[in-house]
């Protein structure tokens, strides 16, 4: 049973550029949550997302960062216009939708902005 | 919101003697709390979890205890390991409706060997 699936696990981007982050939950599972961690820091929440609906964007910059999961095909975060700050791990779990609370987490995807 | 603070932030033990991390929590319907532990270049593995309907969990050499009335929960690590060596994340979530998980800030976990 493979795990949760991310890719790419690096990019770099140049300042302005898009940035899409894929995300694949394990098999079975139905909820998707994904998380940014800055160097040396904790895992931070931004969206919680079921097929087809987003549960909780309460994490979400409000302006250039949206997120989807679609019902077919993996979750994608998306960033727009990215900025310097943008640089960090995003972090994909997922969770299966008969078990409350725990969490999967994939192995992550490196954002660089030059 | 929920608000979870973890102490210490970083931990120096020699090999085979004990670790204990400590996180507090704000929330008291918060009643779920894993524990996750991060290596280098690699996503938080869920090592251990406790619900609030106990105050003790053990799994070989690592242990959680949860006191509910002062709203922290602790970690325990015996005969540590150089493996064991990594960064150690709480969590707290309210489990109802799949919630999400409220991270502390991580506690890096050096042994000596």
């Known amino acids: 049973n493979a795990g949760v699936m991310q890719n790419p696990r690096h990019l770099v981007r140049r300042r302005g550029q898009e940035a899409r982050l894929r995300c694949s939950p394990m098999?079975?599972?139905?909820?998707v949550y994904w998380y940014r961690q800055l160097p040396e820091e904790g895992l931070k929440f931004m969206v919680y997302?079921?097929?087809?609906?987003?549960?909780?964007e309460s994490g979400m910059p409000k302006e250039r960062f949206s997120a989807e999961f679609p019902k077919e095909g993996p979750s994608i975060l998306r960033i727009q216009q990215v900025v310097r700050g943008d640089s960090a791990a995003y972090f994909c779990?997922?969770?299966?939708?008969?078990?409350?609370?725990?969490?999967?987490f994939g192995e992550g995807s490196r954002l660089t902005v030059l | 919101g929920e608000n979870v603070e973890q102490h210490p932030s970083t931990l120096s033990v020699q090999e085979g003697d004990s670790a204990v991390i400590k996180c507090t929590y704000s929330?008291?319907?918060?009643?779920?709390f894993p524990w996750y532990k991060q290596e280098l270049g690699k996503g938080p593995q869920l090592i251990i979890d406790i619900r609030s309907n106990v105050g003790e969990k053990k799994d070989q050499r690592i242990a959680v205890t949860l006191n509910k009335t002062a709203k922290h929960f602790s970690l325990h690590i015996t005969e540590t390991q150089p493996e064991d060596s990594a960064v150690y994340f709480c969590a707290a979530s309210n489990d109802f409706g799949n919630e999400k998980l409220t991270f502390g800030t991580g506690t890096r976990l050096t042994i000596i060997p």
């Open positions: 997302l079921q097929k087809e609906n987003i549960i909780d």
């Open positions: 779990a997922s969770s299966p939708e008969s078990v409350t609370g725990e969490l999967f």
């Open positions: 098999k079975g599972h139905s909820h």
């Open positions: 929330d008291s319907a918060s009643n779920y």
